[in-house]
């Protein structure tokens, strides 16, 4: 199992608390159809929550014990029916990020350069009278 600092399972409860239980584990307990769920999501997403069912605070304990111990992951939180499990995932797994360079623009698809902004001096906001808006005073 693998130990982490305070500040890395800080970190890592931050990453975890949006995320939904991917894997349930009920009635029939650590099976090795379970493990085997909880370790294929271990690779493919690294960090993941863990949902059981129907077992009091110590079972759920020695179960966390029980499932990193057995697929090497490292456990962060444990909130009541939630566990929070975290593996890194394998160098030859992980997704290598390309970077594709941006293609350079012709010289006629730049912009041009704009004037600078300059107020004018004349106002633009006509008079009242002048666009036939003048009140009625009388009314009759």
Do not use: F
Request: glycine letters at 4%; one cysteine or more; charged letters at 30%.
């Amino acid at each position: 199992m693998t130990d982490l600092t305070p500040a890395q399972r800080r970190e890592l409860r931050a990453r975890a608390h949006h995320l939904n239980p991917v894997v349930s584990v009920a009635g029939n307990g650590l099976s090795p159809s379970v493990l085997a769920e909880i370790d294929q999501n271990l690779k493919a997403h690294e960090l993941i929550k863990v949902r059981v069912y129907g077992e009091d605070r110590d079972a759920r304990s020695q179960l966390m014990a029980d499932i990193c111990e057995q697929t090497g992951a490292a456990s962060v939180q444990h909130i009541g029916n939630i566990l929070v499990l975290w593996r890194e995932a394998p160098v030859e797994d992980k997704p290598v990020a390309e970077v594709k360079p941006k293609p350079a623009r012709p010289a006629a698809d730049k912009p041009k350069a704009r004037a600078p902004y300059s107020r004018t001096t004349t106002n633009s906001r006509a008079k009242p009278a002048a666009r036939g808006t003048a009140r009625r005073t009388s009314r009759g």
